[in-house]
């Protein structure tokens, strides 16, 4: 009888690789305000929250409800954030697409109406209201790519804080290990090769090599879909269209 490998224990599901939910606050997420409302809130206080990189704003809106919402850069503790069509274009306040200006950086922005923002969330990020069309606003986002939404989606003026934050090295294996952990990740990674033949489909053998071909097929079981999956093409093949087209 085999091991099960990592590959197929690290599926959707599994208990062994879930990120932890202690130390989570509430979800990060606009509170559900009407359009036509103007809220107004203060950040009362800057939080962290283990396994997500950019930090949280404690928001205190009039009425007394709290929001944790992601902090843009040069966020600060007594500042005063607005929600509405009508709010200023300056970082923090968080309006409807369709009333932002062409050029200005969101972050944060919903996906679909109402959903409290879902994409463009992670330290660092931002994305640039590109154009408005009849049918929506379109977003160029870091990658290059183009996103139209639905012009009543809301975002929030500003870059992301935390940016950088992946640049900085780890000294010390213990702590990749518990930042791989709070984001319910496997570290470290053994190549296939290395492990035994009972332990992985690649293992085992007097020499590390995979001794098969590494492609499987998009509908291999759980236990075998390891390598190059589904692959249309392998490097060798590439190498030699390379050198064709040289000549």
Same mark, same amino acid.
């Given at each position: 009888?085999?091991?099960?490998?990592?590959?197929?224990?690290?599926?959707?599901?599994?208990?062994?690789?879930?990120?932890?939910?202690?130390?989570?606050?509430?979800?990060?997420?606009?509170? /559900?305000?009407?359009?036509?409302?103007?809220? =107004?809130?203060?950040?009362?206080?800057?939080?962290?929250?283990?396994?997500?990189?950019?930090?949280?704003? =404690?928001?205190?809106?009039?009425?007394?409800?709290?929001?944790?919402?992601?902090?843009?850069?040069?966020?600060?503790?007594?500042?005063?954030? /607005?929600?509405?069509?009508? /709010?200023?274009?300056?970082?923090?306040?968080?309006?409807?697409?369709?009333?932002?200006?062409?050029?200005?950086?969101?972050?944060?922005?919903?996906?679909?109406?109402?959903?409290?923002?879902?994409?463009? =969330?992670?330290?660092?990020?931002?994305?640039?209201?590109?154009?408005?069309?009849?049918?929506?606003?379109?977003?160029?986002?870091?990658?290059?790519?183009?996103?139209?939404?639905?012009?009543?989606?809301?975002?929030?003026?500003?870059?992301?804080?935390?940016?950088?934050?992946?640049?900085?090295?780890?000294?010390?294996?213990?702590?990749?290990?518990?930042?791989?952990?709070?984001?319910?990740?496997?570290?470290?990674?053994?190549?296939?090769?290395?492990?035994?033949?009972?332990?992985?489909?690649?293992?085992?053998?007097?020499?590390?090599?995979?001794?098969?071909?590494?492609?499987?097929?998009?509908?291999?079981?759980?236990?075998?879909?390891?390598?190059?999956?589904?692959?249309?093409?392998?490097?060798?093949?590439?190498?030699?269209?390379?050198?064709?087209?040289?000549?």
């Amino acid at each position: 009888m085999g091991k099960r490998p990592g590959v197929r224990r690290r599926g959707r599901g599994g208990m062994q690789f879930r990120a932890a939910a202690t130390q989570k606050l509430k979800p990060a997420k606009y509170p /559900s305000f009407s359009l036509d409302e103007e809220r =107004k809130g203060e950040i009362i206080d800057l939080v962290h929250e283990s396994g997500r990189d950019v930090p949280l704003s =404690k928001v205190r809106f009039e009425d007394g409800a709290i929001s944790f919402i992601p902090a843009p850069l040069g966020t600060k503790v007594g500042q005063r954030i /607005s929600f509405g069509l009508n /709010s200023e274009i300056i970082d923090g306040n968080v309006i409807s697409i369709q009333n932002i200006p062409d050029g200005t950086i969101v972050c944060n922005v919903e996906k679909q109406f109402g959903d409290g923002g879902s994409f463009i =969330k992670t330290a660092g990020a931002d994305a640039t209201v590109f154009s408005h069309a009849d049918d929506g606003v379109i977003l160029k986002l870091a990658s290059g790519k183009f996103k139209k939404l639905n012009p009543k989606n809301r975002a929030m003026i500003g870059t992301l804080a935390g940016g950088g934050v992946e640049d900085r090295p780890f000294m010390r294996a213990g702590v990749k290990m518990m930042r791989f952990k709070s984001k319910g990740q496997k570290y470290p990674i053994v190549r296939g090769v290395a492990q035994a033949a009972y332990v992985h489909p690649h293992g085992g053998g007097r020499h590390q090599h995979v001794g098969q071909s590494s492609t499987v097929s998009r509908d291999a079981p759980p236990g075998a879909k390891v390598g190059s999956i589904a692959a249309k093409k392998t490097g060798r093949a590439r190498i030699k269209e390379r050198k064709q087209s040289i000549k």
